[in-house]
C-alpha cells in the first residue's frame, strides 16, 4: 500500500467511525449482547456447570470470560457488512472508484473502522466482567497477547463480513451471516468442557477454531503453559485472515471493473 493509499484509507476510515459515533447504539447494541450471554450464564446456568476450576459465580465468570470476547467479536463485525452494503448501495463505492484515490482505501477504512469499534467493545465487556467477579494475575505481557490474539480474529472475521457486504441483495443477507459466527462458540469449549459432550459434538468442538482460541486466551489469563494450542489458534486465524482477504479483494475488484 502506497502512501498515498494509505491517506486515503485513513482519511475515509475517518469518515466511517464519524458514522459510528453519530450512532453509538452500533457500539452499545454489539456489546449488550455478549453481557447478556455472560449474565445469563454466571448468574443462571454457572452454579449447575462444572468447569473442574471450583464452583461459584466468581470462577465461572473466569472460564466463560474468552467465550464472550470471541462472541462480542462475532456480533461486532455483522456492521461491517451492512455499513458496507449500505455504501455498495448507495452508489458511494462506484463514486469514490471514479475519484483518484487508493482503490483499497474504501474495503480497508471499513476493515480499519471495525477493528476500533471492536475494541471498544471487548474493553466494555472486559470491564463488566470485573464487575462480576473476574480477577486474573495475568501481567502485561500476558494482556498484549490477548489484545493481539482478538485483535487479527477480529480482522479475520471482518474481511469475512466484507464479503456479503458487497455481495448480499438485502440488508437482512448483509447482517444474517455473523449468527453462525456467534454461535459457534456453544459448539466449543467456551461455556462447558468439551469432555462433557457426546462423541461427534467433542470432536467437532476440539477441532473447531474457537476452542483453540478459547483455550489460549483462557491459559494466558489463568498463567498457566498455553502449549501447542496457541499455534493451532495463531494457524487457524491466519488461514481466515488469507482466505477471507484474498476473496474479499477478488470480489471487488470485479465489483469495479
Partial sequence: MT??????????????LRHVLRSPDTIITTAL?????????????GGAIDTGQGAGAGSYVNYLLPGILLITIASGISYTAY??????????????????????AVPWAHVLTSVVANVVSLAIVVGVAFLLGFRTGAGALAWLAVAGILVLFTLALTWVAVIPGLTASSVDGASAFSYPLIFLPFLSSAFVPTESMPGP????????????IVDTIRALFT???????????????????????????????????
Wanted: proline letters at 3%.
Fill in 3 to 16: 502512501s498515498h493509499a494509505v491517506s486515503d484509507t485513513l482519511t475515509l476510515t475517518g469518515r466511517s
Fill in 201 to 212: 459434538l467433542r470432536w467437532f468442538a476440539e477441532h473447531q477454531p474457537v476452542t483453540a
Fill in 83 to 104: 455499513r458496507l452494503f449500505l455504501d455498495v448501495k448507495g452508489g458511494i463505492v462506484e463514486r469514490f472508484s471514479s475519484m483518484p484515490i487508493g482503490r483499497s
Fill in 223 to 257: 498463567e498457566q503453559a498455553v502449549g501447542s494450542q496457541i499455534w493451532v489458534a495463531l494457524g487457524w486465524t491466519v488461514a481466515i485472515l488469507l482466505v477471507a482477504f484474498v476473496t474479499a479483494n477478488l470480489i471487488y475488484r470485479r465489483r469495479l471493473a
Fill in 33 to 45: 449482547m455478549p453481557i447478556a450471554f455472560m449474565l445469563l450464564f454466571v448468574y443462571v446456568f
